[in-house]
């Protein structure tokens, strides 16, 4: 008797299939893989359009495209803003390859969301509230893909909002990221000038978020399905934090830097896994 495989198996299939037929190149260190990633600022392409909805009390922007079906929430890491390249094309990958209705959350620390929202309040359970809300003005169910600092908010935020999260080089223990940040001089110093980039003229310093951050417990995982893609060449976030995990939820790959499998094996990596609609 056959068995079907399961959307996880099949999700972890196409990861590990796209990155094993990628060509191999003289980027074998991750934090060159790393800083290939383009985040340079795109146009906004047509389709999508840009709203400021209530996240929680909070004013938050969001990029969004209709379709049919199912949304789809992107959700960045720290500091990303609605036209910064990778997730744009990431988010223009998703419209056109599934049809689907897909929106891009700006992150809380990004200077335009600042500006519009005041001070970030550095509240672990902010995230997850604001990430609800917006899952829920989209109609609730969404499947959301995370992107680094982005399942801090996706494994916080509320089970009924979400249907499946697929996160690629996720942080799942801040106070680690924080410790790696302080004791890593090029890491800390690449941070360090996004951090001045995205929040300029705000009284948030580095030390105040690395702080922060180190007080935040390790996140759990959520009671629905999941599946998290981590390259073991990742500079910025330790593959140890994510031992202890489930083996059959973690798609644990030798190279990819931090958000760097795009470079390997084209944006439409990052969508590979949410193709299809299953509740399996």
């Known amino acids: 008797?056959?068995?079907?495989?399961?959307?996880?198996?099949?999700?972890?299939?196409?990861?590990?299939?796209?990155?094993?037929?990628?060509?191999?190149?003289?980027?074998?260190?991750?934090?060159?893989?790393?800083?290939?990633?383009r985040y340079r600022p795109l146009a906004l392409p047509r389709g999508f359009r840009v709203e400021v909805v209530d996240a929680a009390g909070t004013p938050r922007r969001v990029?969004?495209?209709?379709?049919?079906?199912?949304?789809?929430?992107?959700?960045?890491?720290?500091?990303?803003?609605?036209?910064?390249?990778?997730?744009?094309?990431?988010?223009r990958v998703a419209a056109s390859e599934t049809g689907r209705p897909v929106a891009l959350l700006e992150d809380r620390l990004a200077r335009p969301t600042i500006a519009l929202a005041g001070p970030p309040r550095l509240d672990p359970n902010e995230p997850g509230r604001e990430l609800g809300a917006v899952a829920t003005m989209l109609g609730g169910s969404v499947d959301v893909l995370a992107l680094s600092a982005g399942l801090v908010a996706a494994w916080s935020a509320p089970c009924s909002a979400l249907a499946r999260v697929?996160?690629?080089?996720?942080?799942?223990?801040?106070?680690?990221?924080?410790?790696?940040?302080?004791?890593?001089?090029?890491?800390?110093?690449?941070?360090?000038?996004?951090?001045?980039?995205?929040?300029?003229?705000?009284?948030?310093?580095?030390?105040?978020?690395?702080?922060?951050?180190?007080?935040?417990?390790?996140?759990?995982?959520?009671?629905?399905?999941?599946?998290?893609?981590?390259?073991?060449?990742?500079?910025?976030?330790?593959?140890?934090?994510?031992?202890?995990l489930p083996r059959g939820r973690v798609c644990r790959v030798p190279r990819g830097g931090h958000l760097g499998f795009g470079v390997l094996a084209g944006v439409g990596i990052y969508v590979a896994p949410l193709a299809e609609v299953s509740d399996d």
């Open 1 to 37: 008797m056959s068995v079907h495989p399961t959307w996880l198996e099949r999700a972890r299939a196409r990861i590990t299939d796209a990155l094993a037929a990628a060509p191999r190149g003289p980027w074998n260190r991750g934090l060159w893989l790393t800083a290939r990633e």
């Open 63 to 91: 990029l969004r495209c209709h379709g049919e079906g199912r949304p789809i929430l992107v959700v960045p890491g720290l500091y990303a803003t609605l036209d910064e390249g990778l997730f744009l094309r990431i988010a």
């Open 166 to 244: 697929v996160g690629f080089s996720g942080i799942r223990d801040p106070a680690a990221l924080a410790a790696h940040l302080a004791h890593t001089w090029l890491i800390r110093t690449y941070y360090g000038m996004q951090h001045r980039r995205a929040l300029g003229g705000t009284t948030l310093s580095q030390r105040a978020l690395e702080e922060a951050l180190a007080s935040w417990p390790p996140l759990e995982p959520p009671e629905r399905q999941w599946l998290l893609v981590h390259a073991e060449d990742d500079p910025v976030v330790p593959v140890e934090t994510v031992d202890g």
